[in-house]
């Protein structure tokens, strides 16, 4: 009898452990799972070539660098953030259906849709210093401060080396259990990518490390003349690292909105 209690009370001792061991687990992650959603305000408005069809944003010591889409119009440009005035710009040829860009040192790397080819130029003159290719279609691209980050339209990030252009690794894109598709332009902000999701007006807060969507940024309603054109959806992000400010814009918008984003 005694053994018997012995051996129940040992039970119950090594289920109240696994019992307690599972709540300090179970209270330490919801923390790292909670989706957050965040609204948006408008700090400034800045005038946007409404004839640009954006695909890629980047912004450094003032300048905006953007890369436009649609065959017979694709260019690469410096614009002026006060006056949207185009600076400088490299029309692509008429076959290549220009997409993302990002900045990497003293070049400026930009995709294409659907030919498999990505172009580098020299930042200061545009000048073409080289291709490289993809398997996959060319949609968004950002750098991390150690790869490129590009998306190609599916759920996945893939992650690739600047220097020889090969891929060295990839994630899958998920909120929760759902596989998040459509991934278009990207942006590196502060350890995380930001993404626009084509046709939405929202914006994916990526942990890159494991795909997981951190946050979701609502848009909603900050451009009211994009409604009268299907095609003039939201995209393009820029983060200017230097004075903490971000950016959006859209395709065919006429206007360029920095904003603060703030937690719902």
């Known amino acids: 009898m005694r053994q018997q209690k012995i051996v129940a009370f040992l039970l119950c001792a090594i289920i109240l452990a696994i019992v307690a061991v599972t709540f300090v687990l179970l209270s330490k992650t919801p923390a790292n799972n909670v989706l957050l959603s965040y609204t948006y305000k408008v700090v400034k408005i800045y005038p946007h070539d409404q004839n640009a069809f954006t695909q890629g944003l980047a912004i450094e010591k003032g300048f905006l660098y953007e890369g436009t889409g649609l065959w017979g119009s694709s260019s690469l440009r410096r614009v002026d953030l006060e006056t949207g005035k185009i600076l400088q710009m490299r029309s692509l040829p008429y076959e290549f259906f220009g997409e993302g860009i990002t900045i990497f040192g003293n070049k400026i790397i930009q995709l294409t849709w659907q030919n498999q080819i990505g172009f580098v130029y020299d930042k200061q003159t545009f000048e073409l210093l080289q291709n490289f290719s993809y398997p996959t279609e060319g949609w968004g691209i950002t750098y991390d401060g150690k790869h490129l980050i590009m998306s190609d339209g599916t759920a996945n990030l893939y992650f690739i080396d600047p220097e020889t252009f090969h891929r060295v690794g990839q994630v899958e894109v998920r909120d929760g259990n759902m596989s998040v598709q459509r991934l ?17 007006e929202k914006i994916a807060i990526i942990n890159p490390k494991t795909g997981q969507v951190k946050g979701w940024i609502d848009l909603t309603g900050i451009c009211p003349q994009a409604k009268q054109n299907p095609n003039s959806v939201l995209n393009g992000i820029a983060y200017d690292e230097e004075t903490d400010r971000l950016f959006v814009t859209g395709k065919l918008w006429p206007q360029l909105f920095e904003i603060k984003i703030r937690q719902k």
Do not use: C, I, Q, T
């Not at 278009?184 to 939405?200: M, P, R, T």
């Open 184 to 200: 278009n332009e990207l942006e590196f902000v502060k350890g995380d990518v930001y993404a626009n999701v084509w046709g939405e």
